[in-house]
């Protein structure tokens, strides 16, 4: 006979704090989703009560294990449990490191938003275009020194567009007007040797000038208003309506 779930409840009000690392790996294992649910209650209980003990889930060996505690992290946005994330998100797989980013936004502590920092030059594309568009978001600066080498330097070349946009839109919402002259080399090379970058990159810094507004961007965007690629003078017209807001 199995048993009732007010009696599963009860045992599972009885569990004592060392149980949290068994509970989270068994999670995954669960097919009962009854039951399922009565073990993340009670491992949220024992984590909101037991800072050591999410540590302890969080450094544990099974994976499973330790995806499960970073989920549960970023659902009851435990500040303590970030300084158990940095060896995950450096050396977890995708899986597990766009749940660590996403528990990682959810706590926004200041430890987690160091960790993002960092995250804008992971190895994966998700994890990088996800913390940009957070810390972004919360206008947060300690990533600028990445975002500007981004953009001046090589690393978005053999990126998708995508993630040029979510680099340069955050670029230009931080650099402010002091970005402007980096836009404009981008946008509208001068002289006919001066360097052209391809269509995506120039429509992406047309879309960062929109984020910076003001008369002096949009003087930059109004010369390239008659550029002969169509997905430059696209996101120049939608940065030129932005900047008149």
Not at 21 to 38: D, F, I, P
Not at 91 to 108: P, S
Request: hydrophobic share 45%; charged share 30%.
């Amino acid at each position: 006979m199995h048993p009732t779930e007010a009696e599963l409840g009860e045992l599972f009000r009885e569990l004592q704090p060392e149980a949290l690392v068994t509970l989270a790996g068994w999670v995954a294992r669960l097919s009962n989703e009854q039951v399922k649910l009565l073990v993340k209650r009670s491992a949220e209980r024992l984590a909101s009560q037991n800072a050591g003990e999410v540590l302890k889930a969080l450094a544990s060996n099974d994976p499973g294990t330790a995806l499960e505690m970073v989920r549960l992290a970023g659902r009851l946005r435990l500040n303590g449990a970030p300084e158990g994330m940095e060896r995950l998100l450096a050396e977890g797989n995708r899986e597990m490191k766009l749940a660590v980013v996403e528990a990682l936004t959810a706590v926004a502590s200041p430890t987690a938003l160091r960790l993002l920092e960092r995250a804008v030059e992971d190895g994966e594309r998700d994890v990088r275009i996800a913390a940009v568009r957070f810390l972004s978001s919360r206008g947060h600066r300690g990533a600028f020194q990445r975002l500007e080498s981004a953009v001046n330097g090589n690393k978005l070349r053999q990126a998708d567009l995508t993630e040029k946009i979510a680099f340069f839109e955050a670029y230009g919402a931080q650099a402010g007007a002091a970005g402007i002259p980096v836009l404009e080399r981008i946008l509208v090379p001068r002289g006919l040797l001066g360097r052209r970058e391809d269509a995506e990159t120039r429509a992406c810094a047309a879309m960062a000038l929109g984020k910076i507004r003001g008369p002096e961007a949009r003087a930059v965007l109004e010369r390239a208003v008659a550029d002969k690629e169509a997905l430059v003078r696209n996101a120049v017209s939608r940065a030129l309506r932005e900047t008149v807001r």
